[in-house]
C-alpha cells in the first residue's frame, strides 16, 4: 500500500472505498429484482385471498413487508411514476386481507366490518398527517431564506420533528401490519378452515387497526403541536427582517455568491477554506435551495435567497465592496446589477479549456487567475477580457498539496497512478474527455504494467453523454475484477482531488485545471492527445501540457513512459514541470494566500472609491431598482 493520503483519511479508506464499484455493479440487477417481486407479492396474495388459501397467504404477507421494506428508492420512484406508489401497494394487501376474511368468515361478523373500517380510518387519518407533514416541511424547508451557522434567537425557530413524521406518510404506511399481520396469520384458524367455530382472527385484525390508528392519531397530534410552534415561520417579512438584521450586524466585507445545480457544488465549496482565512468579513449567498445542504463544511454564514425580488430588497447587503463569483451563470445577474460593488470573477480552476476564456467573463470588473499563463489565455483568446482586469492571485486551495513521490521516496512498493480524466462538457464542441475513447483502454494498459491505479473522475461525469457513463462503469468493472492490488474508485467527495495527489507519483489526465493544479506537486503528468495532434501542436494550443508527456489514443506511449520514470534521471520533463509550475499558478513567494487576501483588499479599496465618487457611500434600496 503507498504512503498514507494527506489529512485526515489514510490508505485503509481508500481501500473500503474501492470495494463500491461492486455494490455499483449489482445495484442495478438488485433494484429489478427487488422491483419484481414487490409487482408478484399482491398478485399472490389477491389470489390466496380469493382461492381462498389462509396459510399460503399467512407466509406471503410477511415476505411481501420485507420485500417492500427492501425495495430501493429509484425503483420506488420507478413504481410511483407507474401509478404503483406506495399508497397503492399497501392498499391492495390490505383489500386482500380483507377479502380473505370476507371469503373465510362464516354470516356476516362484526370484526369483518370493523376491520375494513378501522383501515379506512387509518388512511384518512395518514392523508391528514401527509397533509401536516407538508406544511411543516415548508415552514422549514420553504422559508424564504436559509441559513448556515446564522443564530437566529429572535426567529425561535423549533427544532424540526422526528423524520419519520415528515416523510408524508410513507414510513407510516407500515402501522398498516399492526392489522394485516395479525389477521393473516391467525385466518387459518377462522370457522370454515378449522370447523371448530369462529375463533377471532378478523378480531385480531380489529385490535392491530385500533393500535395502529392510536399511533397514527399521536402522529397528527404531534404534527399539530410542531405545526402551531412554527406557525411564525409562515411570516415572510418576519423571516427576511431577522436574517437581514443579523447581516447587517456582522457587516459583510465580501460575498461569495453562487448558483447552480446541487452537482456543480463542488465549484464554490472548493473556495471556502480559502475564504474563512482572508482578513475580509466573508459571507456566503447562494441562489438554490439543494445548495444549501450540499456546499461542503464551512465556519462561514451562509444565506440562501431564491428570491431575486428578495435578494434585491436585502439591506444587509448594502455595505459589501466585492462579489466573488465562482462560475459563470444567468443568476448572477442580480449581483452584478448592485452598485457599488466591484465583481470578481474566480472561477473554480484555471485551464486551457474553453471555460476559463467565456466570453461572458468579460461582465466582471476583474478576471482572477492563478498564474501568466491565465492573463495569456485571455490574451489568446480576445473574447473581451481587458489585459488590466486580470489579477494574478495564485491558487490559495494548493497549499495541502505535498511535492513528494511515495514510490520514488521507498514509502510505497509500486507505483501509483491517478487517472483524473474531465467530464464531456455542455456538447461536443467541448468535449476534452478521454474517457470515452480512451478511458478503459488506459486503465487496462496500467493493470498490465503491475501499478496500482486510483481512478477519480470529474463529478460531472456521465451528466450529458451516455457514452460516458458507459466508459465510467467499465473502468469500475475493471478495478473491481483486477487482483493483487488495492485499486480505487473515488466516486464520491471524499478523498479529495488533493488528497488523490499526494498518495499518486503520476497523473494521467486530460485538458482540465486537474493538470494546472497537479502540476504544484511537481510530479509526472501525462496528457492525453484523444484527437491525436502532433505534438508541437497540441502544446502551442494547450500550454498546460508543456511540461507533460503525451499519450494519443493509441496509448503506444505508456510503457516507454512509465519505463523511463523507473529510470535514474530518465525523468526528462523535470526540469520543464518547474518552470512551468511559475507559469501557471505564479510565484511561489509571497504565499498565494497572503496574495489572494492582498488582491481581495485591493477590490475592496477600489469599489470603496467608487463608490464614494458616484456617492454611493450609503446605499438605499432605491439605489438598487
Known amino acids: 500500500m503507498g504512503g498514507n493520503i494527506t489529512g485526515r483519511r489514510a490508505p485503509n479508506a481508500l481501500v473500503a472505498i474501492a470495494r463500491r464499484p461492486a455494490l455499483r455493479s449489482l445495484a442495478g440487477g438488485r433494484r429489478g429484482a427487488f422491483t419484481a417481486l414487490t409487482l408478484a407479492s399482491y398478485p399472490a396474495l389477491l389470489a390466496a385471498a380469493v382461492w381462498p388459501l389462509p396459510v399460503a397467504f399467512a407466509v406471503l404477507v410477511p415476505l411481501s413487508y420485507a420485500v417492500e421494506a427492501a425495495l430501493p428508492g429509484r425503483a420506488a420512484a420507478a413504481l410511483s411514476r407507474a401509478h404503483l406508489g406506495a399508497t397503492v401497494r399497501f392498499l391492495s394487501r390490505e383489500t386482500a386481507a380483507v377479502v380473505l376474511l370476507a371469503r373465510l368468515a362464516p354470516g356476516r361478523p362484526w370484526s369483518f366490518a370493523a376491520l375494513a373500517a378501522g383501515l379506512f380510518l387509518f388512511h384518512g387519518l395518514r392523508a391528514v398527517q401527509t397533509w401536516l407533514a407538508e406544511h411543516v416541511d415548508r415552514r422549514h424547508n420553504q422559508m424564504p431564506v436559509m441559513t448556515r451557522n446564522i443564530d437566529l434567537p429572535a426567529l425561535r425557530i423549533p427544532p424540526a420533528p422526528p423524520g419519520v413524521l415528515l416523510t408524508r406518510g410513507a414510513r407510516l404506511l407500515h402501522l398498516d401490519a399492526l392489522a394485516v399481520v395479525p389477521a393473516a396469520v391467525t385466518a387459518p384458524m377462522s370457522p370454515a378452515w378449522t370447523g371448530r367455530g369462529w375463533v377471532g382472527a378478523g378480531w385480531t385484525g380489529v385490535a392491530g387497526a385500533v393500535v395502529a390508528l392510536a399511533l397514527e392519531t399521536a402522529a397528527v397530534a404531534a404534527l399539530l403541536a410542531h405545526a402551531r410552534r412554527a406557525r411564525h415561520l409562515g411570516d415572510r417579512r418576519r423571516v427576511l427582517a431577522a436574517v437581514d438584521d443579523w447581516v447587517a450586524a456582522y457587516r459583510p466585507e465580501v460575498v461569495m455568491y453562487f448558483s447552480g445545480p ?287 508527456y503525451l499519450l494519443g489514443p493509441g496509448l503506444a506511449e505508456l510503457p516507454g513512459i512509465l519505463r523511463r520514470l523507473d529510470a535514474p534521471g530518465g525523468d526528462d520533463m523535470a526540469e520543464a514541470r518547474r518552470a512551468q509550475r511559475a507559469y501557471l499558478l505564479g510565484p511561489d513567494h509571497p504565499d498565494p494566500l497572503a496574495r489572494f487576501d492582498e488582491a481581495v483588499r485591493r477590490a475592496a479599496a477600489r469599489a470603496e472609491a467608487r463608490a464614494r465618487s458616484l456617492g454611493l457611500e450609503a446605499l438605499t434600496p432605491s439605489a438598487r431598482d
Not at 483524473?420 to 493493470?447: K, Y
Open 262 to 548: 446541487v452537482t456543480a457544488a463542488y465549484q464554490a465549496s472548493m473556495w471556502l477554506g480559502t475564504l474563512e482565512r482572508i482578513t475580509p468579513r466573508t459571507l456566503v449567498v447562494l441562489r438554490d435551495r439543494p445548495l444549501a445542504t450540499a456546499l461542503g463544511a464551512t465556519t462561514l454564514p451562509v444565506v440562501c435567497i431564491p428570491s431575486s425580488v428578495d435578494l434585491m430588497n436585502f439591506r444587509a447587503l448594502d455595505g459589501v465592496r466585492v462579489a466573488l463569483f465562482p462560475a459563470n451563470v444567468g443568476n448572477n445577474i442580480h449581483m452584478l446589477r448592485v452598485p457599488g460593488v466591484r465583481s470578481v470573477f474566480i472561477g473554480h480552476g484555471d485551464s486551457d479549456k474553453e471555460a476559463s476564456f467565456n466570453p461572458y467573463t468579460k461582465v466582471y470588473d476583474e478576471v482572477w487567475v492563478a498564474g501568466p499563463a491565465g492573463r495569456d489565455r485571455y490574451l489568446r483568446a480576445q473574447v473581451g477580457v481587458r489585459d488590466e482586469a486580470v489579477e494574478e492571485v495564485g491558487r490559495p486551495q494548493l497549499a495541502g498539496v505535498l511535492r513528494t513521490s511515495p514510490y520514488a521516496e521507498g514509502a510505497a512498493p509500486y507505483r501509483t497512478v491517478l487517472y483524473a480524466p474531465t467530464w464531456e462538457g455542455w456538447s461536443d464542441d467541448l468535449f476534452h474527455s478521454s474517457l470515452v475513447a480512451m478511458g478503459p483502454a488506459i486503465v487496462r494498459a496500467l493493470l498490465r504494467e503491475r501499478v496500482r491505479v486510483i481512478y477519480k473522475p470529474h463529478p460531472l461525469t456521465g451528466h450529458r453523454s451516455p457514452a460516458a457513463r458507459t466508459a465510467h462503469r467499465k473502468i469500475l468493472a475493471l478495478l473491481q475484477e483486477s487482483t493483487g492490488m488495492p485499486h480505487v474508485a473515488v466516486t464520491g467527495r471524499e478523498p479529495s482531488l488533493y488528497e488523490c495527489f499526494n498518495e499518486a507519483d503520476v497523473l494521467i489526465s486530460d485538458i482540465s485545471s486537474v493538470v494546472s493544479d497537479f502540476v504544484a506537486s511537481g510530479k509526472p503528468y501525462v496528457v492525453a492527445n484523444v484527437a491525436d495532434l502532433p505534438p508541437d501542436r497540441f502544446r502551442r494550443r494547450y500550454p498546460a501540457a508543456g511540461a507533460a
